[in-house]
């Protein structure tokens, strides 16, 4: 399975952006989707993460209330959409795919595959 990112761009603070997250080669079905993001000089942090099979989700402190994921099932793409945005957002947004137990969603190290992540620049 190979995954695209796109969606990204410049944006003023306060705006709006939709990232996307397309996958080819076979469904999302069984995995778990995550959103992370890696500013310059910094760790590649959750965002949130997406239980294709159930639909379960989870958001990190930092963009809950701001940040929804969603899904197109017939496009096998899944979706974030960024609102309320912040100059502190600003960083390279990535999906990546795993199988692992849910308890364990936030640890970057534990996904496989990744898409090559999307520019995301909020300027104040």
């Known amino acids: 399975v190979q995954l695209q990112a796109s969606g990204g761009g410049l944006v003023q603070a306060g705006g709006s952006l939709r990232l996307s997250c397309a996958a080819s080669g076979r469904s999302f079905s069984g995995y778990i989707v995550g959103w992370f993001r890696q500013a310059p000089g910094k760790e590649r942090e959750f965002v949130s993460a997406?239980?294709?099979?159930?639909?379960?989700?989870r958001y990190a402190d930092s963009v809950k209330g701001r940040f929804t994921i969603s899904r197109d099932i017939a496009k096998n793409t899944l979706y974030l959409q960024v609102n309320s945005l912040k100059p502190e957002d600003t960083a390279v947004y990535y999906c990546g795919l795993t199988r692992i137990v849910w308890s364990e969603i936030g640890n970057h190290k534990r996904y496989h595959v990744w898409g090559q992540g999307t520019l995301v620049t909020v300027s104040s």
């Open positions: 997406f239980r294709w099979s159930g639909g379960t989700t």
